[in-house]
């Protein structure tokens, strides 16, 4: 079965209050998030990878140490990074929940201190590619930054919270002012209570 573009859980222009654009999320969720699910299902049909899930693609086409992954992975991992990224943020202006609140100061020393590594990763990032809070496989939380479409799973780890560092999720609002778009999104678009259940399926 051939995947398809969610919708948003939001309308394009909710999240304009809190510094990202109608335009952008019209551009990034139904041009670049559609041309990775359009290609994927091209690039997957009458290959072993048709039928499989998402998850299952991403992990069994990664090939670590490559120096350019294949179009099937960079696609269906593309498509799996944003179907997180736009349920990790929302509209609904909400604190962080206790039990998250504990463990990310339990892992960073305090909230700030993750938000500063947090971005200082997202910035780093040369070229494309994402941040990462995960829940490593050995149960520490930790901060991550991935090159192009390579997610955590690739690496046994479950994605808590990500950040888009590709060009196409900033440069209409903040044109090349990477840090202060990381900026905005920790303290203005995250969803925390999407992260902290992420956190509890993860078993805490």
Known sequence: MAFTLPDLPYAHDALAPFGMSKE???????????????????????????????????KGTYQAGAVAQSGIFNNASQHWNHNQFWEMMGPKRTGMPGALEKAITDAFGSVQKFKDDFAAAGAGQFGSGWCWLVKDKD?????????????????????????????HSY??????????????????????????????????
């Open 139 to 167: 149960g520490s939380l930790k901060v991550t930054k991935t090159e192009n479409g390579v997610n955590p799973l690739c690496f046994g780890q479950t994605a808590l919270l990500g950040c888009d560092v590709w060009e």
């Open 24 to 58: 952008t999320l019209e551009f990034h969720h139904d041009l670049h998030h559609k041309a990775y699910v359009d290609n994927g299902n091209k690039l997957i049909a009458g290959t072993e990878w048709e039928g499989k899930s998402l998850e299952e693609i991403v």
């Open 171 to 204: 440069y209409i609002d903040y044109r090349n002012k990477r840090p202060a778009y990381l900026s905005n999104f920790l303290d203005n678009l995250v969803n925390w209570e999407n992260v902290a259940e992420r956190l509890a399926k993860a078993g805490g």
